[in-house]
C-alpha cells in the first residue's frame, strides 16, 4: 500500500494583494501607559496600531503629579508594558521591580537628571526616581528613542542590560509600525517568570 504525503509550504513575507496583513501579536495583552509628563495623561500614540496587530490592549490610567504613586500603581507581571514619554519611566521602572513580563519605552526619560517634570511630583530627589539607577536587565526592555525628540532629550543613557533602538528623525511617543510589531513580538514571546523578591 502507497502512503501519500502532503506537504503545505508556508511563505514568510508581505501578504499577496488582496490579503490581510496577519495579526502577529494575537494571545498577547500589552497594557499601554501614556505620557504626558507625570501632569496629565495624554491619549495613546500606539494603541490603536497594536489593536490593528491583533494584540489585547488595555491602556492603563495613573496617579499624575505623584511620580511615585505613578510607580506604585502598575503591578503587571503577566503582561507586556508598552510605555510612551512619562509611561516609558513608569514601564522600566516596572521592568526593573519585575511587576512586568517585558516592556518596551518609545521617548522615555531615563535619567531625570536630563529631564524632569515639576520637581513636586517626587518624594526625594529626582534621581532617586530615574529609571537608569535601578533597571540592570532584571525583566526584557527594549527602549525606542528618536535622534530629533523635541521633548525629551535623545541623549538619553543606555541601560545597563536593554535594548536599545535609536530612531533617525524627528518623533516622540509614536513608533512606526514595523518597530513596535517587531519589538513586541520579541517581548510577547517572553515567558512570565517567578516574581522579583
Known amino acids: 500500500m502507497k502512503r501519500l504525503?502532503?506537504?503545505?509550504?508556508?511563505?514568510?513575507?508581505?501578504?499577496?494583494?488582496?490579503?490581510?496583513?496577519?495579526?502577529p501579536l494575537t494571545g498577547c495583552t500589552v497594557v499601554v501607559l501614556p505620557g504626558g509628563a507625570f501632569s496629565g495623561l495624554n491619549e495613546s500614540a500606539n494603541a490603536a496600531s497594536l489593536r490593528d496587530l491583533g494584540a489585547r490592549v488595555i491602556v492603563q490610567e495613573y496617579p499624575v503629579r505623584d511620580v511615585p504613586g505613578a510607580y506604585r500603581s502598575v503591578n503587571r507581571p503577566r503582561s507586556v508594558l508598552l510605555g510612551e514619554s512619562a509611561g516609558g519611566a513608569i514601564a522600566a521602572w516596572a521592568a526593573a521591580h519585575g511587576r512586568a513580563r517585558a516592556a518596551v519605552t518609545v521617548g522615555a526619560p531615563l535619567d531625570f537628571r536630563l529631564w524632569q517634570p515639576d520637581p513636586s511630583y517626587f518624594r526625594g530627589t529626582p534621581w532617586h526616581w530615574s529609571p537608569l539607577r535601578v533597571y540592570h536587565g532584571q525583566r526584557p526592555l527594549t527602549t525606542i528613542q528618536w535622534t530629533g525628540d523635541p521633548i525629551v532629550p535623545a541623549n538619553q543613557p543606555a541601560l545597563d542590560g536593554a535594548r536599545r533602538i535609536t530612531l533617525k528623525g524627528l518623533g516622540h511617543q509614536k513608533a512606526p509600525r514595523s518597530v513596535l510589531r517587531r519589538e513586541l513580538r520579541r517581548t510577547c514571546a517572553t515567558p512570565i517568570r517567578p516574581s522579583l523578591p
Do not use: F, R, S, Y
Not at 5 to 23: F, R
Open 5 to 23: 504525503l502532503t506537504l503545505t509550504l508556508v511563505l514568510v513575507g508581505a501578504p499577496a494583494p488582496g490579503v490581510a496583513e496577519a495579526k
